[in-house]
């Protein structure tokens, strides 16, 4: 069983910066692939970026892609996604996840969320 706590949320003003962090404890955190996924007031969650449990495989959702840079530390159990140039639009909870299976399988996993709010 793995627990997943996310950190790093917080209010910035647009086109500003966030770096959210999410720690894993109680499982190999090198077997499994990692993501994070947002859930805006109001809509469903949304995929914002995926990477491997290597590292070496990463996708990122079309908004968010040039701008948001998703990264791990295995050796620190660790999973970081960078943000810059935030929008008002992407204001949300933000949850890390974490499954063993292939792409498009789900996630087993996931932490309590961090909220992220972009003022206009």
């Known amino acids: 069983q793995v627990q997943l706590v996310e950190s790093g949320g917080g209010l910035v003003q647009a086109g500003g910066s966030l770096r959210l962090s999410c720690a894993a404890s109680?499982?190999?955190?090198?077997?499994?692939?990692m993501a994070w996924i947002r859930q805006a007031p109001g809509k469903e969650r949304t995929f914002v970026a995926r990477?491997?449990?290597?590292?070496?495989?990463?996708s990122y959702a079309d908004s968010v892609k040039g701008r948001f840079t998703i990264s791990r530390d295995n050796a620190k159990n660790t999973v970081y996604l960078q943000m810059n140039s935030l929008k008002p639009e992407e204001t949300a909870v933000y949850f890390c996840?974490?499954?063993?299976?292939?792409?498009?399988?789900?996630?087993?996993?996931w932490g309590q969320g961090t909220q992220v709010t972009v003022s206009s």
């Open positions: 990477i491997s449990q290597s590292g070496r495989s990463i």
């Open positions: 109680g499982g190999t955190f090198s077997r499994y692939a």
């Open positions: 996840a974490a499954t063993e299976r292939s792409v498009g399988y789900g996630y087993d996993y």
